[in-house]
């Protein structure tokens, strides 16, 4: 008897030591790495002001693998109309950059490569690098940038006599964006203003020409909607598609999910 009840007391003291000998465990360490994506549709994909679906709707998602070094890889797509790439139905975009906040500023950088499959084998493809800053200043969020995209077969507009026949062009985008939100009111509104510089296909053989956009933003969990004015300065008539001018000012419409 005696026996048995200092085993049950060892079994006992065993049972109460050991999730104290497990909290004393050391916890794993958390990866560096995370991965999200996100899967939205959009009533009309534009393009730095001008409409890639024929200002029909489209389906695009993507995925980004992060290090918290600031290095990330990232892949987006978005369905388009055949008018884009000679024929292809895809725009899937492969990026890989840099990320980092100096003094509150935070500064990305990187490279991003255009692929549109099933163009038939028409130069359509282009890389383009990218740098921009961010910074708040209380409520409202600023940011400028810009991508550079150097003289490359993918941007030629040959076909247009106004760039002078030539079978690679280069092409500058500036812009900038204010953002914030009332208070009170769940709903951030972001501003974008943008300049295209340099004749290729993505100014449908102009000089330059300007966009611009007003959103609005709602996320609720893993949800998001907005809804956007976009517009740009072309001139009636100098970007008409299928009959449609795919520049004139719209409502875009998006409903999103985060994972």
């Known amino acids: ?64 693998l992060s290090h918290a070094s600031g290095f990330y890889l990232s892949v987006w797509g978005s369905s388009i109309d055949d008018y884009v790439a000679a024929g292809g139905d895809q725009e899937i975009d492969l990026i890989g950059g840099y990320k980092t906040t100096l003094s509150g500023t935070t500064i990305d950088s990187g490279f991003l ?52 026949g030539k079978a690679k062009e280069d092409s500058l985008y500036t812009y900038g964006e204010l953002s914030g939100a009332i208070p009170g009111v769940p709903l951030t509104f972001t501003g974008h203003l943008g300049e295209s510089w340099g004749r290729s296909y993505l100014t449908n053989g102009l000089k ?14 893993a949800l998001s909607f907005s809804v956007a004015y976009v517009d740009t300065d072309f001139k009636k008539g100098e970007f008409v598609v299928n009959g449609r001018n795919e520049v004139s000012g719209g409502v875009v419409a998006t409903v999103g999910v985060a994972f």
Request: charged content about 15%; proline content about 6%.
């Open 113 to 164: 490569y255009y692929y549109y499959p099933g163009s038939g084998g028409a130069n359509t493809d282009f890389f383009e690098p990218y740098l921009n800053a961010s910074h708040t200043f209380g409520p409202v969020g600023t940011k400028v940038g810009l991508n550079y995209a150097w003289s490359q077969k993918g941007q030629s507009c040959s076909y247009d006599p106004r760039c002078g």
């Open 208 to 221: 330059n020409y300007t966009d611009w956009s007003l959103t609005a933003a709602y996320t609720w969990k």
């Open 1 to 64: 008897m005696r026996t048995t009840l200092i085993g049950l007391s060892i079994l006992a003291a065993m049972s109460v030591a050991a999730p104290a000998l497990a909290d004393d465990a050391p916890a794993a360490p958390a990866s560096p790495w995370t991965i999200n994506g996100t899967a939205s549709v959009v009533s009309d994909y534009r393009f730095r002001g001008v409409s890639q679906t024929d200002k029909r709707f489209a389906v695009q998602g993507s995925f980004t």
